[in-house]
C-alpha cells in the first residue's frame, strides 16, 4: 500500500494560483459566503500563504507558498473528531465522512494549518482531499498537472525510487509547523 505525499518546491512556485483554481474546479467549492469575502478569504481546499526567505539586495524576498491539507501521521482533526467522521485511510489521506459529520467545527479549529473551511450551505467542513477520487484512479492530484511551474511533485512515501521520497532525501525537505507534532505528509523544498 502506497503512502502518499506532495513536496513543492518553493523556489519554482511562482505564486501563480493556477493550483487553487484546479482545486476549485476539480472539486466543485463554492464561492465564498459573504461574511468570507468580506474577511477577504475565498473557500479553497489550497491557500496560499506569504513566506519571507530573508533579504536579497534591499528588499525582501517575500513569496507565496501554497499549503493544502497536510495529510497529518498523527491529525488532530481524527482525534477530535466526536462522531468519527475524521479518519485517516491506510495510504495516509486524511478525509471526512461527511454523512457522519454533525458540523461541530473541532476540526476546524484543531487544525494547525488553517487548511478547513466551514461551507455554512453544507453545514459541514471541507478540505483538500489530495484528489483521492483521481489518485483512486492513478491520476495524479488536479494542482499537480495545473502547476505550470513544474513545482509540485505527488507520489508514494514508503517508494525509496519514487520522486518524492528522493526529493525529500536530497534536498532536505522541510515541514510546515513539525514542532506541533501532527507528522505533516507535505513538504516543501528549496
Not at 474577511?39 to 479553497?44: K, N, V
Not at 458540523?103 to 459541514?124: D, H, N, S, T
Not at 519514487?162 to 525529500?168: C, M, T
Request: hydrophobic letters at 35%; one cysteine or more.
Amino acid at each position: 500500500m502506497a503512502r502518499w505525499s506532495m513536496v513543492i518546491d518553493i523556489d519554482r512556485c511562482t505564486g501563480c494560483q493556477a493550483c487553487v483554481v484546479a482545486c476549485q474546479v476539480e472539486n466543485n467549492v463554492p464561492p465564498a459566503g459573504a461574511d468570507q469575502a468580506a474577511a477577504g478569504r475565498t473557500i479553497s481546499w489550497m491557500r496560499l500563504a506569504p513566506f519571507q526567505n530573508g533579504e536579497h539586495g534591499t528588499r525582501p524576498d517575500l513569496r507565496l507558498v501554497p499549503i493544502p491539507c497536510m495529510h497529518c501521521d498523527h491529525p488532530p482533526c481524527v482525534r477530535v473528531c466526536p462522531t468519527g467522521a475524521n479518519y485517516k485511510r491506510r495510504d495516509g489521506l486524511v478525509l471526512i465522512h461527511e454523512e457522519r459529520c454533525i458540523g461541530c467545527k473541532y476540526c476546524v479549529v484543531a487544525c494547525p494549518y488553517q487548511a478547513r473551511y466551514f461551507l455554512e450551505e453544507k453545514g459541514i467542513p471541507g478540505k483538500c482531499k489530495l484528489c483521492q477520487p483521481r489518485i483512486d484512479k492513478g491520476v495524479q492530484p488536479a494542482c499537480v498537472l495545473a502547476c505550470p511551474a513544474g513545482a509540485r511533485y505527488f507520489g508514494d512515501l514508503d517508494d525509496p525510487e519514487s520522486q518524492v521520497s528522493k526529493l525529500i532525501a536530497l534536498k532536505k525537505a522541510k515541514q510546515l509547523r513539525a514542532d506541533v507534532g501532527t507528522g505533516p505528509n507535505i513538504y516543501y523544498v528549496r
